[in-house]
């Protein structure tokens, strides 16, 4: 039998990845963690001990967090498992998190796991990377079932918000991402995706028409029957990227 493992598989990725492990009690309180996470977290002068692991994470982020402890508490067996990226600079952590019980079965506490994804998901520029620009996303981390699905980000023909969340659509259907649309944003190729909604990133590779309705204007996918709104203020940008004149786009 060959041993050998595919460095495209999970198990390859999960071989390559560095794990941290973070025990919290039931007060969400940092009580042990290991050295990786250590080195990771912004913990203060590296002392995290007794404060509540959400006051590690600005404050946009933490609904996200208590939501993914929040899971922990879910009674279905085997919830699926969450992604998110934390505020630690050019890193991606793929998290879970799994209630702790005693010989009684009462909850003691929670244990978060995460591991560090980055060099799976991003782009690598040749050189010395500057500390101020984000390295760009090559795969989105994606839920289906019980997998972390990565999505190859040239296949995405747009991204979806719904509320703190995303869902991820290919010419194969929609993917659950629990990362902000801000968040993938600012992480893919700014000369390939354009935010043209608030709620909406588009891979202008699949723009297909400009769809002018009563002074609406909307933008038609290859594949996709519907088309996806774009914003009065985003409408400029979205005509100068596609190389079309507004007197052009109006007729």
Same mark, same amino acid.
């Given at each position: ?8 598989? +999970? ?22 963690? &290991?050295?990786?996470? /250590? /080195? ?46 934390? &505020?630690? +600079? ?44 984000? *390295?760009?996303?090559? $795969? ?19 991204? *979806?918000?719904? #509320? ?26 700014? &000369? ?10 588009? &891979? ?15 933008? $038609? ?10 914003? /009065? ?9 596609? #190389? ?8």
């Amino acid at each position: 039998m060959d041993a050998r493992v595919s460095m495209g598989s +999970p198990l390859y990725l999960l071989e390559r990845s560095d794990v941290g492990l973070v025990q919290l009690d039931r007060e969400m309180k940092v009580v042990a963690m &290991n050295s990786f996470a /250590r /080195r990771v977290l912004p913990v203060e002068d590296k002392q995290p001990f007794q404060k509540v692991v959400l006051s590690f994470h600005p404050e946009r982020s933490q609904p996200k967090v208590k939501f993914l402890i929040d899971q922990a508490e879910c009674p279905v067996s085997n919830p699926p498992p969450m992604t998110m990226i934390i &505020n630690i +600079p050019e890193r991606v952590l793929l998290v879970k998190v799994t209630k702790m019980s005693d010989e009684r079965g009462e909850a003691v506490g929670h244990t978060l796991v995460f591991y560090d994804i980055t060099d799976a998901v991003m782009h690598h520029e040749p050189g010395v990377q500057r500390p101020d620009v984000k *390295r760009q996303l090559l $795969k989105i981390p994606t839920v289906a079932a019980n997998r972390i699905v990565l999505v190859d980000a040239s296949t995405v023909r747009y991204i *979806r918000a719904e #509320g703190h969340y995303t869902w991820v659509h290919t010419a194969q259907g929609s993917s659950f991402c629990n990362l902000a649309i801000g968040d993938l944003e600012g992480r893919l190729d700014s &000369n390939v995706f354009l935010r043209i909604h608030r709620s909406c990133v588009a &891979n202008l590779d699949f723009a297909e028409q400009i769809v002018r309705d009563d002074g609406r204007v909307s933008l $038609k996918l290859q594949g996709d029957e519907r088309a996806l709104p774009v914003a /009065r203020t985003s409408v400029p940008r979205l005509l100068q990227r596609l #190389g079309i004149a507004e007197a052009a786009a109006e007729r």
